[in-house]
């Protein structure tokens, strides 16, 4: 079954539990937290007690993007806040291969996110360190926009290095993802496809999430 994870920056914050129950009856996995800064990208978001919150009463496997500047200064908190996975922005730190082995010192698994306009070069020098590879098919910062279609040879690329490795590494797409492009993405070898406005549009949660899962 075609593995989707809903982004919670298109929740409705003000009922946040119905939300999440919601998503757990439309038998989702991951749950995906867009952590941002107002420097990594032009926009705040939401953190650390969010996160907190959303683990001490769920089960879902977070999955925390941060889209911040210097991740290496908050690996610890967003360990002790219950993230399962911390995927940092190629572009965000400077000693990538360093805050890649730290998240998985503490007990993480650790992701790498690279911006529409970042080759993936860098990535043959850490796919000893990576659990997942985060392409982003717009530019971080907002929901709601349009699916960049020029990452798509992006993710061709990628998905035959992490085949040519030979290593378990989760192959995840963000960003424009709905109805309409997830079977082409699907077909790219994407393996996990986060969902942000297509999730939760018109509050359908689980018609939406079920409308992503089936071609139909
Ligand atoms: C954008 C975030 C995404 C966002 C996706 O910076 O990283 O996770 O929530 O939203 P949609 O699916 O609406 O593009
Ligand atoms: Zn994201």
Same mark, same amino acid.
């Given at each position: ?60 496997? =977070?999955?925390?993007? +941060? ?9 610890? @908190? ?49 796919? @000893? ?24 040879? *992006? ?15 989760? =192959?995840?797409?963000? %960003? %424009? ?14 393996? +996990? ?7 939760? *549009? ?8 079920? %409308? ?5």
């Amino acid at each position: 079954m075609r593995e989707i994870a809903p982004s919670l920056l298109s929740a409705n914050f003000y009922n946040l539990q119905d939300d999440l129950e919601r998503l757990k009856k439309s038998g989702i996995k991951y749950l995906h937290l867009d952590v941002m800064d107002g420097n990594f990208v032009p926009n705040i978001s939401f953190g650390l007690p969010i996160i907190k919150s959303v683990r001490k009463n769920t089960d879902f496997i =977070l999955d925390c993007h +941060l889209m911040i500047e210097k991740p290496e200064r908050y690996l610890e @908190d967003f360990k002790n806040a219950g993230a399962d996975i911390l995927t940092v922005h190629q572009e965000a730190t400077i000693h990538l291969q360093r805050t890649l082995a730290e998240i998985r010192r503490l007990g993480m698994k650790a992701g790498v996110s690279l911006n529409p306009s970042t080759s993936e070069e860098t990535l043959k020098y850490i796919m @000893d360190d990576l659990d997942l590879i985060l392409i982003m098919s717009v530019n971080p910062g907002f929901g709601g926009q349009s699916y960049i279609e020029s990452v798509n040879e *992006k993710i061709k690329r990628v998905r035959k290095m992490i085949d040519e490795s030979e290593r378990d590494i989760i =192959l995840e797409v963000d %960003g %424009g993802v709905n109805k309409d492009n997830i079977k082409e993405l699907e077909d790219l070898g994407v393996d +996990l496809f986060v969902a942000g406005s297509a999730a939760f *549009k018109n509050s359908e949660i689980e018609k939406n999430i079920g %409308g992503l899962r089936d071609d139909k």
